[in-house]
Nanobody, 122 residues
Framework: VQLQASGGGLVQAGGSLRLACAASVRLFSTYGMAWFRQAPGKEREFAAAIDWSASSTYYADSVKGRFTISRDNAKKMVYLQMNSLKPEDTAVYYC????????????????WGQGTLVTVSS
């Protein structure tokens, strides 16, 4: 399984970015997918997850109402639409995959992408 995240960059507070994660995997539609993030000097933390059918999504309290996770199984893509960005959203964002259920913990995922940097200026 290979995961390639893209879409990071520099944005002003209040702005928006859309992250994308391309998955190179068979049976992508059987994988739960997630975005985690790691701010400088901090541990990696859960941001959002989506189950295989997109019928269920999960969000950290810190991003709920501002971020939206979605997926396109035909294209083997997962997206994270980030609106109303805040300086505290600055982090490297990682895409993760698990064959089966989507979870909120790092240990729930077997496969990780390389990360894409999001910087939000005040």
């Amino acid at each position: 399984v290979q995961l390639q995240a893209s879409g990071g960059g520099l944005v002003q507070a209040g702005g928006s970015l859309r992250l994308a994660c391309a998955a190179s995997v068979r049976l992508f539609s059987t994988y739960g997918m997630a975005w985690f993030r790691q701010a400088p000097g901090k541990e990696r933390e859960f941001a959002a997850a989506i189950d295989w059918s997109a019928s269920s999504t999960y969000y950290a309290d810190s991003v709920k109402g501002r971020f939206t996770i979605s997926r396109d199984n035909a294209k083997k893509m997962v997206y994270l639409q980030m609106n109303s960005l805040k300086p505290e959203d600055t982090a490297v964002y990682y895409c993760a995959a698990n064959q089966g259920r989507a979870g909120r913990t790092i240990g729930s995922y077997d496969h990780w992408g390389q990360g894409t940097l999001v910087t939000v200026s005040s």
